[in-house]
């Protein structure tokens, strides 16, 4: 999921701008309500040109309230110091919501343009107020006297999440030292943005085209063959063939049933090596966004970054994230080398003495292995997944838990009519939120999925509610002919857990908008999106929408067993790929001073030091590694893990009382979503759960004890 903070100058990689043109003010939708339905952004309105007026108007009208609480000549108080700042940047709230965000589904060489010009304005912004020595005086004396204001638990909380926020964002930075930390949050800012763009050019630069002959005669399902040769039509110099890409829809049913093993090492290398030593090389990124993030951890008193990111943190501090992370990887790695020497004995009996498995034959001698001895058909499970009834079985699941429905309305303002689908969110007949949902790729969009909010709700400064407007984006298979979108069991988690993001903005019922819906720590935040995949692998629940795209008949008993018995496999493989990647983002983030990195180097000594065995990469290598390098996961990637603990527990408390929808432990639950980051989150978690969480029900699900 994507994420903001306060602070534009510490971490908001994602930010982006430039001038291209100038209508006036009173012509920039940005400037004016935008009179549509609750206030959602008039995109068909908005221009290019719209953007650098309307963010240079948003600074220059917060640096104006900053100024006018700075030369307040009353004491300091709660309101007109704490809530004063906390509203200080409406418009560029307002402008930053709407582009940063389409900046991920709508992009192009002018939104690029845009980007590069605007993160070195954006980053000098978020510093001249972060900086800013008398407002951050102001802050400390109400902060000093907070216990004795009669504050409420929110305000008190704002008033403390304020001025930690100023802290970590170097309002005590020594003066002398002030210049450089700006200079180095600027250079970050602008490392970051170019490592996304090199990643999305360099996935999409990669087509593997074959001719009919070769695509039909590789093992590829009808599906598969359909959707390849549907991308082939997309472009005249390809029509008539087939293409396969980097995108995951594409690449990984490649990955596990092509039977041409030169074809499946050609699409491993194409997807392993991107942006590594090609013309959208990200090595010497990487270590110059590492090494700045040593030098500004050292200037804000930290020993490594990891220290300072996780100071914020339930982790707190390096050591129990890697405690946490060794207690699975030891028991995932002795799986998956049980998993290897199984293929093994297979790619010996296919290919004869001397052939050793490699990284490009995982996928397809594990998809192969489950078939033999599951009988378990990845195609034939999709048939029962389609992408209408999977969505609607999440949007069920929130009805029974929390009494919400979704009703889509074609007549609100949409950014891309067609693609995307807008929904009213209600309650008792009221609108507590709008949600925009996008599921298939295309070339000016990011790959992956993510939920984001365009505003996320809070009550204005007269205390009126502001509704949040949620986007949840992903990139399934597109549908083919009559075959609609049809998912894997695991991209059907996905969607779950989107949508678990998802809820986390909608159900959030908080005053202040730093401290609503998901801004929560890193590793907090993925408790409400991964609780929802327990139930949507529940045997139970699935079969409320796993149902036949053609028949609809309901996924039978007999795939359902099939499901159930297979639901460990493979997770050797699955759990040491992804602690390898949450353990090379911590050894990263670890230097405890500046040095020259060798990418490749680095990364082979680490992994090969805490034993992942070759025939494994991990999860993401460095140079495509987005979430560490540009998307705010820095020394923060063990927190899918962590809270996997937290979501693990939880659901388990549902499954313990014999009711999967149980509603008082519903509602505790909904309380949990609603709070945002107003208390503590591990108070939130106790409150719901009555007790501390056990690593027990994460390690027996997956299979590991």
């Not at 502001?466 to 969607?495: H, W, Y």
């Not at 819906?517 to 991964?530: I, K, M, W």
């Not at 020394?635 to 388990?652: E, I, R």
């Amino acid at each position: 999921m994507n994420k903001s903070t306060k602070f534009l100058a510490v971490g908001f990689a994602a930010m982006t701008l430039m001038a291209t043109g100038c209508k006036k003010n009173m012509e920039n939708p940005f400037l004016s309500e935008w009179g549509t339905p609750y206030e959602i952004p008039d995109f068909e309105k908005i221009q290019s040109e719209h953007y650098m007026p309307a963010f240079e108007e948003g600074m220059k009208q917060q640096i104006e309230a900053i100024e006018a609480i700075v030369n307040n000549a009353e004491e300091p108080t709660f309101e007109n110091t704490i809530v004063a700042y906390e509203y200080s940047g409406e418009l560029l709230n307002k402008v930053s919501g709407v582009f940063f965000n389409l900046s991920s589904v709508e992009r192009n060489d002018e939104i690029e343009q845009i980007e590069a010009a605007i993160i070195p304005l954006l980053s000098s912004h978020g510093d001249n107020i972060a900086l800013n020595a008398k407002l951050f005086a102001r802050i400390k004396q109400v902060y000093d006297k907070r216990e004795s204001l009669g504050l409420n638990p929110e305000q008190m909380r704002l008033v403390e999440e304020t001025y930690n926020g100023f802290v970590r964002s170097g309002a005590n930075v020594p003066e002398k030292d002030q210049p450089r930390f700006r200079e180095l949050n600027e250079q970050i800012a602008s490392l970051t943005n170019r490592f996304e763009q090199n990643v999305l050019k360099a996935t999409n630069a990669y087509k593997l085209v074959l001719d009919e002959a070769k695509a039909t005669a590789i093992g590829l399902t009808e599906g598969q063959l359909a959707a390849a040769k549907e991308l082939a039509d997309e472009n005249d110099e390809t029509k008539g063939q087939y293409v396969f890409n980097l995108q995951m829809p594409s690449w990984e049913p490649f990955m596990q049933n092509c039977t041409d093993r030169d074809l499946r090492k050609q699409m491993w290398e194409a997807y392993s090596t991107r942006c590594n030593g090609d013309s959208y090389d990200n090595a010497a990124l990487i270590d110059s966004i590492v090494n700045a993030r040593v030098e500004r951890a050292h200037i804000l008193g930290f020993e490594t970054h990891a220290d300072y990111v996780l100071d914020n943190c339930l982790a707190k501090n390096p050591q129990n994230v890697k405690s946490l992370l060794m207690q699975i990887w030891t028991p995932a790695l002795k799986k998956a080398k049980e998993e290897c020497a199984e293929y093994q004995k297979m790619i010996l009996a296919d290919l004869g003495a001397g052939s050793k498995i490699e990284p490009y034959d995982w996928r397809y001698y594990s998809e192969k292995l489950r078939k033999e001895k599951y009988n378990l058909d990845e195609e034939e499970v999709r048939q029962y997944f389609s992408l209408d009834n999977v969505r609607q079985g999440a949007f069920d699941l929130a009805t029974k838990l929390y009494g919400i429905t979704f009703e889509e309305n074609q007549n609100l303002p949409n950014y891309h009519k067609g693609l995307v689908t807008p929904y009213e969110v209600k309650e008792n007949g009221q609108t507590i939120g709008i949600l925009y949902t996008e599921w298939h790729p295309r070339e000016s969009k990011a790959s992956g999925a993510w939920m984001t909010e365009i505003r996320g709700q809070h009550k204005d400064i007269n205390g009126n509610n502001q509704i949040p407007i949620i986007m949840v984006c992903c990139n399934f298979t597109k549908p083919s002919g009559d075959r609609p979108s049809l998912l894997t069991a695991d991209e059907s988690e996905t969607l779950f857990h989107e949508f678990g993001h998802a809820l986390h903005g909608l159900l959030s019922k908080c005053t202040y908008p730093s401290l609503a819906g998901t801004n929560v720590p890193r590793d907090f935040v993925e408790l409400p999106s991964q609780i929802m995949e327990n139930w949507c692998r529940n045997s139970v629940y699935r079969k409320t929408f796993a149902k036949h795209y053609k028949s609809g008949e309901i996924i039978p008993d007999e795939l359902i067993k099939k499901l159930e018995t297979a639901a460990t496999y493979g997770q050797g493989f699955i759990n040491t790929e992804l602690l390898a990647a949450s353990l090379l983002d911590i050894e990263y983030y670890s230097l405890t001073q500046n040095q020259k990195i060798d990418v490749n180097t680095f990364e082979d000594n680490y992994l090969n030091g805490i034993g992942l065995i070759p025939e494994i990469i991990s999860r993401y290598k460095s140079t495509y590694f987005k979430h560490i390098f540009t998307t705010g996961y820095d020394a923060g990637y063990y927190s899918y893990t962590w809270t996997a603990v937290l979501d693990h527990d939880a659901f388990d408390a549902f499954v313990q009382s014999g009711d999967l929808f149980n509603p008082d432990l519903a509602k505790k639950f909904r309380h949990l979503l609603e709070s945002g980051n107003t208390v503590e989150p591990m108070d939130l978690y106790r409150q719901f759960r009555g007790q501390e969480p056990s690593v027990t029900p994460l390690l027996r699900d997956r299979g590991l004890i």
